[in-house]
């Protein structure tokens, strides 16, 4: 068993900045497994925003955050990080983060994931 613990969400204005960590806990070998970040906002479909490999050797945007938003883990603390940067109204959703056992070329589907945390709410004002 994997239990995730989201945070760093909150309320902020267009292009600024937040970083969300997710805490994992449950096993030792939290840091072999690929680490993803998930959102859904209000109405849509919980959408993949970006993954990392157990090693941080390999990492996975989608377009939409490319070039603003960087994904990071600290093993030795089994934190994951999500930093968003230039932030947008449309980036306004729960955010999620989830773990899944390998790194795959199918890491973009919430599918095959099987730990997820309870969110944390990111909300931008234009």
């Known amino acids: 068993q994997v239990q995730l613990a989201e945070s760093g969400g909150g309320l902020v204005q267009a292009g600024d900045s937040l970083r969300l960590s997710c805490a994992a806990s449950?096993?030792?070998?939290?840091?072999?497994?690929?680490m993803g970040w998930f959102r859904q906002a209000p109405g849509k479909e919980r959408e993949f925003v970006a993954a990392i490999s157990g090693s941080s050797g390999s990492i996975d945007y989608a377009d939409s955050v490319t070039g603003r938003f960087t994904i990071s883990r600290d093993n030795a603390k089994n934190t994951v990080y999500l930093q968003m940067n230039s932030l947008e109204p449309e980036d306004t959703a729960v955010y999620y983060c989830?773990?899944?056992?390998?790194?795959?070329?199918?890491?973009?589907?919430?599918?095959?994931?099987?730990?997820w945390g309870q969110g944390t709410q990111v909300t931008v004002s234009s």
């Open positions: 989830a773990t899944a056992t390998a790194w795959t070329a199918s890491r973009r589907l919430k599918s095959v994931y099987r730990y």
């Open positions: 449950g096993r030792t070998f939290i840091s072999s497994y690929t």
